[in-house]
């Protein structure tokens, strides 16, 4: 007799649903009979450049160590991040992308009678870290589509131990200013974790968003997480930082898997850290983008929320599902946000110009079909 595996897991594991991605190029191309070279991919916030020939050459140089376990502390990577991060070493932890360092902090600090708090139309994988130890998710109404920072800090109590919070916010793109973080970061309680995700954090960098890096000598109980798969243009490798103080980075590598960030990342990060005009030309590429897509929200009539990640949600003013299964019969894929509790949006990447103007060319048509 088999037993029921779904009723054996965790009551929290129960209530999770399988993280779903943006959907591939090539299943599209299967489902539809679809050219795959004609598609365009705007679903996954990925960066439209490609990869850096800097890193490329860092890769190549990497490969003939491929038998070798990769440096298992990351010390090339960790000694220009802290550099560039202005910390020292001991308070860098690597992870499998950013999401590796948000389930680092959950299996951390998280248990079964305590607590995790977070905002509506936040990440995804704050509820799947949360749940998954046990832990109540304890999901706090947003405010104009973003985090309503006072409704998190009362909804603290003695048994929360970590508050996750986006700046920018994914999917939403929406941001909070250097002085309500201030505000915010004063008033929780000593004994809760602040995990500030700055995923989308070099999008923004001259706008009036925060530095996390400028608190974290204020705050010991802060962590700010961040990512090289978005303006870096690294996400199939998967890596990605903590910065916090060292004996929170301390406990992390507690529970941190072994070469939980394989060699070819190692290099390529090292590599892409050290790329300022990459860097800069995303900023650019990603600046006029986001123009070239309001304008042409405004063109259709369309609403939108102001974001300063590299994406931008759409308010259809309807039900979203069928413009979207629209586009992809139009080989232009994009990120239903249904499951964010957002069934009228679509959430666009900021793709190059060539894509970001076949989807909203695309748009329109699916628009004008009703």
């Not at 993280?19 to 795959?36: H, I, S, T, W």
Request: hydrophobic residues 45%; glycine residues 8%; contains cysteine.
């Amino acid at each position: 007799m088999s037993g029921n595996f779904l009723a054996l897991a965790q009551p929290g594991v129960q209530q999770l649903s399988p993280y779903v991605p943006g959907k591939p190029v090539d299943e599209l191309a299967r489902e539809l009979n679809l050219d795959p070279s004609k598609i365009v991919k705007l679903a996954s916030n990925e960066n439209p450049l490609g990869p850096s020939p800097k890193v490329l050459s860092a890769i190549r140089d990497a490969l003939a160590e491929l038998t070798r376990y990769p440096d298992g502390n990351g010390f090339a990577l960790k000694s220009l991040l802290a550099e560039n991060c202005r910390v020292d070493l001991n308070q860098v932890t690597l992870g499998n992308g950013s999401n590796d360092i948000l389930e680092l902090v959950g299996r951390a600090y998280l248990a079964p009678g305590l607590n995790a708090v977070f905002s509506e139309h936040a990440f995804a994988v704050y509820p799947i870290v949360t749940q998954a130890v046990g832990a109540e998710a304890r999901v706090i109404p947003a405010k104009d589509w973003g985090h309503d920072l006072p409704g998190m800090l009362a909804a603290i109590d003695e048994q929360t131990r970590v508050v996750f919070i986006a700046n920018p916010n994914n999917p939403t793109g929406t941001w909070f200013s250097a002085e309500v973080l201030d505000n915010f970061l004063q008033d929780v309680p000593e004994h809760v974790l602040v995990v500030l995700d700055e995923a989308y954090i070099e999008y923004a960098e001259g706008s009036d968003l925060p530095d996390g890096l400028d608190f974290l000598a204020a705050y010991p109980n802060l962590l700010v997480s961040r990512t090289f798969s978005k303006a870096y243009g690294l996400a199939s490798l998967r890596v990605g930082y903590g910065l916090s103080t060292a004996v929170v980075a301390d406990v992390l590598n507690r529970v941190r898997q072994p070469f939980n960030v394989n060699s070819l990342a190692l290099a390529a990060a090292c590599a892409a850290v050290q790329d300022a005009e990459y860097l800069e030309e995303g900023r650019r590429l990603n600046e006029s983008g986001m123009l070239q897509l309001q304008e042409g929200f405004r063109g259709l009539g369309l609403g939108w929320i102001p974001s300063k990640g590299n994406f931008i949600c759409v308010d259809l003013g309807q039900e979203a599902a069928p413009v979207f299964q629209g586009l992809l019969r139009e080989g232009v894929i994009v990120r239903p946000v249904a499951n964010y509790g957002m069934p009228n949006h679509l959430r666009i990447t900021i793709g190059l110009p060539a894509e970001n103007s076949r989807f909203l060319e695309a748009l329109a048509k699916v628009l004008a079909r009703g």
